[in-house]
DNA sequence: GTCCGTGCAAAGCGTTTGCACTGTC
DNA sequence: GACAGTGCAAACGCTTTGCACGGAC
């Protein structure tokens, strides 16, 4: 299935040329999937969804668009706290953590990284210069938790 | 050269059978090394490090010591923003940070963790149950940063 | 003496790279 | 038409795993 129309496709290939990237399949597809959908993608699952609407491309061409973009500021790389590499669209980070039990990835309410950030270049700034911080975490999110006091469960 | 005195042999490998673990050499060096330095190591740092005393040991051992130092909560491993792995003792983070310019990992001042992890805890229990934070980011250390000012370079 | 932990070697997996070709500009 | 970007395949480096031996308890 088809997952960007004309429009979308028109305002990706602009940003990309606006970059001095040339507007490839491959990456005007890994933009439109990110900026569409703005959660995180791990590499594998952006692999899948892009397969979805072009079977041809290749992982290692995943690759090099994702740096590309990152490069060129229209997608943004972390890591979870476990080492896996994820990829979301636009640079400006919010972060994420893990629940412990079932792995799934969960996002911090909005708002909150640009106050932990803000905290922390306090702290930083009379020393170095600050950029951003990277936000991760572990804990239960809310069904796990729910689960474990239900059962009341050690661990 | 030796790097730990008895007492602190004593100590580690009592640590260890607190934990329920077996005082063997690897996990012994290891754990002394962490205790002592208080920094943090990248897996290849550690391991010259822990063949400075016993060449034997192997690069495989050493993963398996870290985990179970850390599963043990006697060691705490994370990862810096690129997705270097970093091991450090004590399981209680409190958080680096790179710097973009010469590379060097970089100290959070102490006690901003905790600020963090209280602000992210509150904005999250609501909602789910809350572990702990992991804090990194990127910037200019202070030597890089001066560097730039004194050179007026952009970027 | 038992069994956990290690050394050793090989496999695994995510990621990168070289090269010739294709498609964008 | 030039050259950036891709597909393909192979290499690479970090990490994990299987197995038999050795040492901690």
């Given at each position: 299935m088809r997952t960007i129309c004309n429009m979308e496709r028109y305002n990706v290939e602009k940003q990309l040329h606006k970059r001095g990237l040339r507007a490839t399949l491959p990456r005007t597809l890994v933009l439109g999937v990110l900026a569409q959908s703005g959660r995180h993608y791990t590499m594998e699952e952006l692999w899948r969804r892009v397969q979805e609407s072009?079977?041809?491309?290749e992982l290692s061409t995943l690759y090099r668009v994702v740096q590309a973009l990152t490069e060129a500021g229209l997608a943004g790389e972390s890591r979870l706290p476990n080492g896996v590499r994820v990829v979301e669209g636009r640079a400006d980070e919010h972060g994420h953590w893990v629940?412990?039990?079932?792995g799934e990835v969960q996002h911090f309410p909005p708002g909150l990284w640009e106050q932990v950030n803000q905290l922390v270049k306090l702290a930083v700034e009379p020393e170095a210069l600050w950029f951003g911080v990277q936000l991760g975490g572990a804990g239960l999110c809310p069904r796990c938790r729910d689960r474990a006091e239900r059962c009341d469960e050690p661990q």
């Amino acid at each position: 299935m088809r997952t960007i129309c004309n429009m979308e496709r028109y305002n990706v290939e602009k940003q990309l040329h606006k970059r001095g990237l040339r507007a490839t399949l491959p990456r005007t597809l890994v933009l439109g999937v990110l900026a569409q959908s703005g959660r995180h993608y791990t590499m594998e699952e952006l692999w899948r969804r892009v397969q979805e609407s072009a079977p041809e491309i290749e992982l290692s061409t995943l690759y090099r668009v994702v740096q590309a973009l990152t490069e060129a500021g229209l997608a943004g790389e972390s890591r979870l706290p476990n080492g896996v590499r994820v990829v979301e669209g636009r640079a400006d980070e919010h972060g994420h953590w893990v629940c412990s039990r079932c792995g799934e990835v969960q996002h911090f309410p909005p708002g909150l990284w640009e106050q932990v950030n803000q905290l922390v270049k306090l702290a930083v700034e009379p020393e170095a210069l600050w950029f951003g911080v990277q936000l991760g975490g572990a804990g239960l999110c809310p069904r796990c938790r729910d689960r474990a006091e239900r059962c009341d469960e050690p661990q």
